[in-house]
């Protein structure tokens, strides 16, 4: 049933979740704040919720039968949370790729709306669970490390996602949507560290160490396509991320409004020694070449 509704279901999700988050108070601020992730993927901002919330709902009923899975010793219910995510989206995306690309122009959205860049994250993000879930489920869910390391994979997204809903739909222009902003960019790079690096990688490798022994190269060299594919990943999410908190925290009128930033700086640059203060100058002139910040206004005179 939970395959079947992920199969049948999902387009009623993405819809659902389109319409409940296109509100007049919520799509201004989606609209700016999603507008480059949902480039990447060809489809307007909305749209990326709407995806997004599809995406919640998948993690999350996952995460909820590998959890009881995990407390029960119940490995056929594990296994059933696994296939929520690989039976249920993994293939189904492949199935897709594999007809665009044999009869094109294919079917959409891979025929027309999503780009190169698209389809290589979505293929990257597939391969962990077509490389890692499939052996595990058919040779080691007798496992504890890999039982662990397969619901850190399908727990961990699950708040992170919730959280950029939550965040997409606030003005960072504001002194509290700024900060929410700054907020939910810091958490999200600490539960992708923590959750996804420190708890799962060594996990992982142990998998890897385990497969080797039990069932020799054969088996070991897809759990380590598994492990390389979730390893672009993790780098690419906590670089994102990373970057967010920063352009959120330290560029100057990026989110934070002007009257707050005027105090602040005002307030900290008696204490701060010349050379800090022509360091800050100079990267203040290299963002607003770059464009990442609009040039400060010069008023004009009238004579």
């Given at each position: 049933?939970?395959?079947?509704?992920?199969w049948?279901?999902?387009?009623?999700?993405v819809?659902?979740?389109?319409?409940?988050?296109?509100?007049p108070?919520?799509r201004?601020?989606?609209?700016?704040n999603?507008?480059?992730?949902?480039?990447?993927?060809?489809?307007?901002?909305?749209?990326?919720?709407?995806?997004?919330?599809?995406?919640i709902?998948?993690?999350?009923?996952?995460?909820?039968?590998?959890?009881?899975?995990?407390v029960?010793?119940?490995?056929?219910?594990?296994?059933?949370?696994?296939m929520?995510?690989?039976?249920?989206?993994?293939?189904?995306?492949?199935?897709?790729?594999?007809?665009?690309?044999?009869?094109?122009?294919?079917?959409?959205?891979?025929?027309?709306?999503?780009?190169?860049?698209?389809?290589s994250l979505?293929?990257?993000?597939?391969g962990?669970?077509l490389l890692?879930?499939?052996?595990?489920?058919?040779?080691?869910?007798?496992?504890?490390?890999?039982?662990?390391?397969?619901f850190?994979?399908m727990?961990?997204?699950?708040?992170?996602l919730?959280?950029?809903?939550?965040?997409?739909?606030?003005?960072?222009?504001?002194?509290?949507?700024?900060?929410?902003?700054?907020?939910?960019?810091?958490?999200?790079?600490?539960?992708?560290?923590?959750?996804?690096?420190?708890?799962?990688?060594?996990?992982?490798?142990?998998?890897?160490?385990l497969?080797?022994?039990?069932?020799?190269?054969?088996?070991?060299?897809?759990?380590?396509?598994?492990?390389?594919?979730i390893?672009?990943?993790?780098?690419?999410?906590?670089?994102?991320?990373?970057?967010?908190?920063?352009?959120?925290?330290?560029?100057?009128?990026?989110?934070?409004?002007?009257?707050?930033?005027?105090?602040?700086?005002e307030?900290?640059?008696?204490?701060?020694?010349?050379?800090?203060?022509?360091?800050?100058?100079?990267?203040?002139?290299?963002?607003?070449?770059?464009?990442?910040?609009?040039?400060p206004?010069?008023?004009?005179?009238?004579?």
């Open positions: 049933l939970p395959h079947g509704g992920r049948f279901g999902s387009p009623l999700v819809r659902w979740g389109t319409r409940v988050f296109d509100r108070e919520f201004p601020h989606i609209d700016t999603m507008g480059l992730d949902a480039s990447i993927y060809g489809i307007q901002p909305i749209e990326f919720i709407g995806v997004s919330v599809r995406a709902f998948h993690h999350g009923a996952g995460s909820i039968l590998m959890g009881l899975g995990l029960t010793e119940w490995t056929s219910l594990w296994r059933h949370g696994v929520v995510e690989v039976g249920g989206m993994d293939l189904l995306d492949l199935a897709q790729v594999v007809y665009s690309v044999c009869f094109p122009p294919g079917m959409e959205p891979w025929a027309t709306q999503y780009s190169g860049v698209a389809t979505l293929l990257l993000h597939h962990c669970g890692g879930a499939f052996p595990t489920c058919m040779y080691f869910s007798d496992e504890p490390c890999f039982r662990w390391a397969a850190l994979l727990a961990g997204p699950f708040p992170m919730v959280l950029l809903v939550v965040d997409a739909i606030y003005d960072h222009t504001t002194i509290r949507g700024a900060w929410i902003h700054i907020l939910i960019s810091g958490t999200n790079f600490f539960l992708t560290y923590y959750l996804r690096i420190t708890l799962l990688m060594p996990v992982a490798l142990e998998c890897i160490q497969a080797q022994e039990r069932g020799g190269d054969s088996l070991a060299s897809f759990l380590r396509g598994a492990y390389a594919c390893s672009f990943i993790n780098v690419l999410i906590a670089f994102t991320l990373l970057k967010t908190f920063f352009l959120a925290v330290f560029l100057e009128g990026f989110y934070i409004p002007e009257n707050w930033r005027r105090a602040t700086v307030a900290i640059q008696p204490v701060l020694p010349a050379s800090v203060k022509q360091l800050l100058a100079n990267f203040n002139h290299l963002v607003i070449a770059f464009k990442l910040v609009p040039p206004k010069t008023s004009v005179s009238s004579s």
